[in-house]
């Protein structure tokens, strides 16, 4: 599986900051928790995300003082880009200077939560796993940006497999195995259409059951003296 483009990787780091605060080594986890297999990226590639988006003013850093300890990531260029996260602060005891090592927080701005409402929209979906990915990312409050790339998709799968019926009509030159490729072929793209149309009778009916409920709420509201 190729590794996960900047942009659905900014889109991933904000989708997780919007949820609190989180260090760099708690934001690796908690994607991989999040998005499983489907976000293939690195230490390498996470903090410089994290230092492009702070420079776009999308999110903002403090240290934490509290932490004292560095969690090794497996890899030497893991353990090298986690040790920007790190800042050496001074401390005084007793009237003794000693050194000690902080975890850096990072925290999500206003113009981050914007940031990824955009990209969220505008995301580019090249692939199978960046689409998973995208929708793994989203909440209720998307669900019409989901819909949206559902129906979209749907009709592009549906020209495949149209374009693939036709390339799959009986050839005397083509050979057995041919045929028998080109149908598995139409077949995967059949199956695709139908994940997409359940995943789009579930959201659906989300959308249905939270009008039903705030209607429910609005009404008890206006009947309350």
């Not at 009509?169 to 059949?190: C, F, M, Y």
Request: aromatic content about 8%; glycine content about 4%; charged content about 25%.
């Amino acid at each position: 599986m190729k590794k996960t483009s900047s942009q659905l990787l900014d889109l991933a780091v904000l989708a997780l900051l919007k949820r609190g605060d989180y260090h760099g080594y708690q934001i690796k986890k908690s994607l991989s928790e999040l998005a499983g297999p489907l976000l293939q990226f690195s230490f390498g590639s996470l903090y410089p995300a994290l230092a492009r988006l702070e420079e776009r003013s999308a999110l903002e850093s403090f240290v934490d003082s509290a932490s004292t300890f560095v969690a090794a990531t497996g890899s030497l260029t893991g353990d090298l880009a986690m040790s920007d996260e790190w800042v050496r602060a001074t401390t005084w005891r007793s009237n003794t200077e000693r050194t000690v090592r902080t975890r850096r927080v990072y925290k999500i701005t206003e113009i981050g939560v914007k940031l990824f409402d955009e990209l969220f929209e505008h995301a580019p979906l090249e692939s199978e796993a960046d689409f998973l990915a995208w929708l793994s990312l989203a909440d209720e409050s998307k669900f019409d940006i989901v819909l949206e790339r559902f129906y979209e998709r749907v009709a592009n799968l549906e020209r495949l497999r149209k374009i693939r019926s036709v390339a799959s009509k009986p050839n005397a030159t083509a050979g057995i195995l041919r045929d028998q490729i080109n149908r598995r072929l139409i077949g995967i793209v059949e199956n695709e259409i139908n994940f997409v149309k359940s995943l789009i009778a579930t959201v659906e009916s989300q959308i249905s059951l939270n009008n039903e409920e705030r209607i429910a709420r609005e009404t008890t509201s206006v009947s309350q003296p």
